[in-house]
């Protein structure tokens, strides 16, 4: 593996010439964002104009950066920890892959926040980010949570004819449970009132494919 090949071909990376043992926040920020987001790489041993430096005694520092994850990182995220020689000079780095237990939050110097990937920097999780983390988390997302609204009070005609266009039959009652439109108690989804014909939900980010299956 070539450094300068993995800082060129992806945009999910950070770069440390050396580990900030007094300011962990300042890259620690940047595996909070790691887990909570697509994943990444965080190399150190690179200068801010990518200039291969290196780190002496690669050992001990490696020993810290996984000390220093597992300290101020809640929950404690998954990482791979690798020392990578090259050009006669070592490197470490740290290989973040996208969590399943989001919100991952850095913990430290009186504060607990959770961090994103904005281009290249990892800046604080507002509301609406942490929502979204936590559904993530928690194995759901915003269109399968239930609404306030019930299924008996609206219509689906629209629905209705587009799937009888492309599954060539009827959409009945229990097909919105199937879906996940609506629970077994009759109350829509965000999903369900999305679709709904008077819509009372404007807003999603909801993908709707129909499929059948025969038998």
Do not use: C
């Amino acid at each position: 593996m070539n450094i300068k090949a993995l800082i060129g071909e992806t945009t999910e990376y950070d770069k440390k010439v050396s580990l900030e043992e007094k300011r962990p926040k300042s890259w620690l920020k940047s595996v909070s964002a790691f887990s909570n987001g697509i994943g990444g790489v965080l190399i150190f041993g690179v200068s801010d104009d990518e200039r291969l430096i290196g780190l002496e005694n690669s050992k001990l520092i490696a020993e810290k950066v996984s000390e220093a994850v597992k300290t101020h990182l809640d929950p404690i995220p998954q990482v791979i920890l690798e020392i990578h020689q090259e050009a006669g000079k070592d490197f470490i780095i740290l290989r973040v892959p996208a969590g399943d237990e989001t919100p991952y939050y850095y913990v430290g110097d009186g504060t607990r926040a959770a961090f994103i990937r904005v281009g290249n920097e990892s800046i604080p999780a507002v509301a609406a980010d942490l929502r979204r983390l936590v559904l993530r988390g928690a194995g759901r997302t915003y269109d399968s949570l239930p609404s306030p609204y019930q299924y008996k009070d609206f219509s689906f005609t629209r629905l209705r004819s587009v799937y009888r266009l492309r599954a060539g039959q009827e959409m009945e009652e229990s097909d919105f449970v199937s879906f996940g439109l609506m629970n077994e108690s009759g109350v829509l989804t965000n999903a369900g009132a999305l679709l709904a014909d008077d819509a009372p939900i404007r807003h999603s980010r909801l993908v709707l494919h129909p499929v059948v299956w025969s038998g």
